[in-house]
């Protein structure tokens, strides 16, 4: 069965950096859309970028320029790089994976933006 893991969540300062990475088992990885989601404290979940298996990109207008998503087909592994990030970016985010009829989710990692 295909699981993703999410990691790289913590505190970080308004303005700082992290990391996050998602590492999925399995074959199909490579041949799967990946996204980023997150929810923020009484909001709804909300879509943060996607990747195609291919390497086109897409991201909500609140993570232009400030978010990069990236896969690592060979390490099974797709990555979220967030700068200068700001207080309401605080949310648990979630890996997804998407292929046909599968629709996949990571139990999620938390990101606090606070000083």
């Known amino acids: 069965q295909v699981q993703l893991v999410e990691s790289g969540g913590g505190l970080v300062q308004p303005g700082g950096s992290l990391r996050l990475s998602c590492a999925a088992s399995g074959s199909i990885f490579r041949i799967a859309a990946m996204g980023w989601h997150r929810q923020a404290p009484g909001k709804q979940r909300e879509l943060v970028a996607t990747i195609t298996s291919g390497g086109s990109t897409n991201y909500a207008d609140f993570a232009k320029g400030r978010f990069t998503i990236s896969r690592d087909n060979d390490k099974n592994t797709v990555f979220l790089q967030m700068n200068s990030l700001k207080p309401e970016d605080t949310a648990v985010y979630s890996c997804?994976?998407?292929?046909?009829?599968?629709?996949?989710w990571g139990e999620g990692t938390l990101v606090t933006v606070s000083s």
């Open positions: 997804n994976l998407r292929r046909y009829n599968m629709d996949l």
